[in-house]
Nanobody
Framework: QVQLVESGGDLVQPGGSLRLSCAASGFTFDNYVLNWYRQGPGKERELVGIIGSRGDTIDYADSVKGRFNIYRDNAKNTLYLEMNTLKPDDTAVYYC?????????WGKGTLVTVSS
């Protein structure tokens, strides 16, 4: 069974940094592109970034470019999202995601709150 478990969400002040983790199991981790999504209050879920199966290609939403960094450790089956210069509008539940055979699998999310 595919499982994705996010962790690392916290309350952080504007301008601060945070690293999120996603521990994966139930599939061949290094065969798949992985994604980070987020859903803020009153907003639809949006794609934050994508990383290739071996970290070879990375794409980010314009709203986080230059501030967020996606990376993965295939030996540990773990996906990361390093977030810097956080803004209040980064407040959201953050989810990792993988598409396998046309089906999207999701973790339950981890909450990031950016507030002073």
């Amino acid at each position: 069974q595919v499982q994705l478990v996010e962790s690392g969400g916290d309350l952080v002040q504007p301008g601060g940094s945070l690293r999120l983790s996603c521990a994966a199991s139930g599939f061949t981790f290094d065969n798949y592109v992985l994604n980070w999504y987020r859903q803020g209050p009153g907003k639809e879920r949006e794609l934050v970034g994508i990383i290739g199966s071996r970290g070879d290609t990375i794409d980010y939403a314009d709203s986080v470019k230059g501030r967020f960094n996606i990376y993965r450790d295939n030996a540990k089956n773990t996906l990361y999202l390093e977030m810097n210069t956080l803004k209040p509008d980064d407040t959201a539940v953050y989810y990792c995601n993988v598409r396998i055979r046309g089906i999207y699998y999701w973790g339950k999310g981890t909450l990031v709150t950016v507030s002073s």
